[in-house]
C-alpha cells in the first residue's frame, strides 16, 4: 500500500511521526516513585508490567523489562539499549509496509510483526546504529490527522 | 521557582512532556541515507553534527556520538545508551529548579546545567534505571502551551 506523501512529493515515505518512547525498567514501584511521586506526573494507565503517561501529543512508557524482553522475543539486545521508540500507523495493513520500507532502506528486521495479545499488531526493526523502532497499529488509541497520539479514545 | 501545577494540585511538579528525542549516531551520513532518504523524511536542520526533524508537536534529533560526547562533558557511558530525552522549559531558571526537583526524586546529576554555545543552557540526569533525559532551555524554539515544540520560530 502507498504510505505518506511528504513535502518532497514521495508518495512511499513514513510518516514524520513519533508515537510513543519506552524505557526498559528493572523494578516498576521504584521507577513510579520517581516519576508519578518525584516529578509529579499522573499514569494514564499502570499495570504491574506497563505505565503509560500521556505526554505533549505523544505517550511516555515504563514497561518491565522481563515484560519487554518477552514481547521482543528474545534477550534484550546490548544494542537495543534498553529503550524503543514507536512509530503508530492507523490502519493494521500499514505495519507491513513500513516495516518493508525500513527494511529496504537498510534496517535491520528485530521481530517480524505479529498479532498482540493486547490486540493490536506490531513488528521491531533496528536502525543502522542499532537503535529499535516499534511500528505498531493499537486500535485503541487515537490518532490525529497531524500524528497526535492520545493514549485514551477521544 | 515553582514548577508545573499537576491534576492533583501539586504545585511544584515537572511539567508532563517530552520534547525531543536525541539518538547518537555514529555516522551522519550513513544515518541520513537511512531516515532522509530511505523512509523519506525531511530535516528541518542538518549539519555535520546534528540533524533535526520536525515530528507530531516534538522533535527527533540525530548527532554525532563524538559531538555529543562532547556535550555530556565525558566519554558516553554505556548506560546513558547513545540515547537522550529531552524536557524542555520555557524560562531559563526552570531548567535548575527541575534539576533540583529530579535530583530529590532519586535522579543521578550527569551533568550540571550549563551555558551552551548553540545559545541555551541545559543539563542532565540520569532517572532510577539509568536512562539520560536533559533539562533545556532553548530561546530558538518554540514551546506552546501545551508542551508541543517547534525547530523553528512561528
Redesign the interface.
Known amino acids: 500500500m502507498p504510505l505518506?506523501r511528504?513535502?518532497?512529493g514521495?508518495e512511499?515515505?513514513?510518516k514524520?511521526?513519533?508515537?510513543l518512547?519506552t524505557?526498559?525498567?528493572?523494578?516498576m514501584d521504584?521507577?513510579c516513585?520517581?516519576?508519578c511521586?518525584?516529578?509529579?506526573?499522573?499514569p494514564a494507565m499502570r499495570t504491574d508490567e506497563v505505565t503509560f503517561?500521556?505526554?505533549?501529543?505523544?505517550v511516555?512508557g515504563l514497561y518491565l523489562q522481563s515484560a519487554f524482553e518477552e514481547e521482543l522475543g528474545s534477550k534484550m539486545d546490548?544494542s537495543a539499549?534498553?529503550?524503543a521508540?514507536a512509530h503508530n500507523v492507523a490502519a493494521k495493513d500499514e505495519v507491513d509496509a513500513v516495516m518493508d520500507?525500513?527494511q529496504?532502506?537498510?534496517?535491520k528486521i528485530l521481530k517480524s510483526p505479529v498479532e498482540r495479545e493486547w490486540g493490536g499488531y506490531s513488528g521491531y526493526f533496528t536502525?543502522?546504529?542499532g537503535?529499535a523502532w516499534e511500528v505498531a497499529w493499537n486500535p485503541f488509541w487515537t490518532i490525529s490527522s497531524?500524528?497526535?497520539?492520545s493514549v485514551a479514545p477521544q
Open positions: 505518506w511528504n513535502d518532497r514521495e512511499n515515505a513514513m514524520q511521526t513519533l508515537s518512547v524505557l526498559a525498567v528493572a523494578d521504584r521507577a516513585r520517581f516519576y511521586d518525584g516529578l509529579g506526573w499522573e503517561f500521556q505526554m505533549n501529543g505523544m511516555f546490548p539499549h534498553g529503550i521508540l520500507l525500513a529496504k532502506s537498510g534496517a536502525d543502522p546504529d537503535h497531524e500524528g497526535y497520539i
